[in-house]
């Protein structure tokens, strides 16, 4: 069975420094993976997405990840924190067809000004 | 391109009581999955929903059930509420087969509370 692991529940960055979400995934074969994000109340949003072909994804807000599958990492970067990334962020895996998501345990992005 | 609505946005109910949870999908998508998020978890499988057939379930016991429409509308039932039900229950649309495998567009959820 596939899923993810996210390190570190809560994280706290200074507005404009370096953000650093890590997510290890365990499957026998390389997943599909996601990272999504949530604000207060609200659902979750697709931030970018690793299905095949380039390592290093791109997604919107400025965030990218990269994936390492001799690492079975998927962490999660972006170059400059603003203070509207806090929110909280959920690694996921998925596969084709079935579609079904698993989700890590998400973690929570303070930015401190 | 309409979004995915989700109703009531809040409830609350009592202990032994039964809830119906409703979701409308995203325009073009004919898939629905459920996912229920208690208070500082990742969302967690329910079950999903592909042309009025569920099409999955995780872990979760026959008391929840499901049921898709001709217009890919979904609910989810919850009989003999339990404590533990009190959540934020969310749908996620998406489309099979798909160039986009796994990509989830999400409603904002149903948060019940259960005493």
């Known amino acids: 069975a596939q899923s993810v692991t996210q390190l570190g529940s809560h994280v706290s960055v200074s507005e404009g420094a370096l953000v650093l979400l890590r997510c290890n995934y365990s499957s026998s074969v390389p997943p599909y993976l996601f990272w999504y994000v949530q604000y207060p109340n609200q659902g979750l949003q697709l931030l970018l997405k690793?299905?095949?072909?380039?390592?290093l994804v791109k997604g919107i807000n400025g965030f990218e990840a990269e994936f390492k599958k001799s690492e079975t990492s998927f962490h999660l970067t972006k170059p400059s924190a603003h203070m509207s990334d806090a929110a909280e962020y959920f690694c996921?895996?998925?596969?084709?067809?079935?579609?079904?998501?698993?989700f890590g345990t998400g973690t929570k992005l303070q930015v401190i000004p | 391109e309409t979004g995915v609505t989700q109703s009531p946005t809040h409830l609350i109910k009592t202990r032994g009581q039964q809830v119906t949870l409703r979701c409308s999908s995203q325009?073009?998508?004919?898939?629905v999955s459920w996912y229920q998020q208690a208070l500082g978890q990742g969302p967690q499988f329910i079950f999903q929903?592909?042309?009025?057939?569920?099409?999955g379930r995780g872990n979760f016991p026959p008391r929840f059930s499901g049921l898709q429409f001709p217009n890919y509308s979904s609910e989810l039932n919850v009989n003999a509420l339990e404590l533990d039900d009190s959540a934020l229950y969310l749908c996620a649309s998406s489309l099979i087969p798909s160039r986009q495998p796994g990509e989830l567009f999400f409603g904002e959820g149903s948060r019940l509370t259960v005493l």
């Open positions: 325009s073009g998508h004919n898939t």
């Open positions: 996921a895996s998925g596969r084709g067809g079935y579609q079904k998501v698993t």
């Open positions: 690793y299905t095949t072909g380039a390592t």
């Open positions: 929903y592909y042309r009025e057939e569920e099409n």
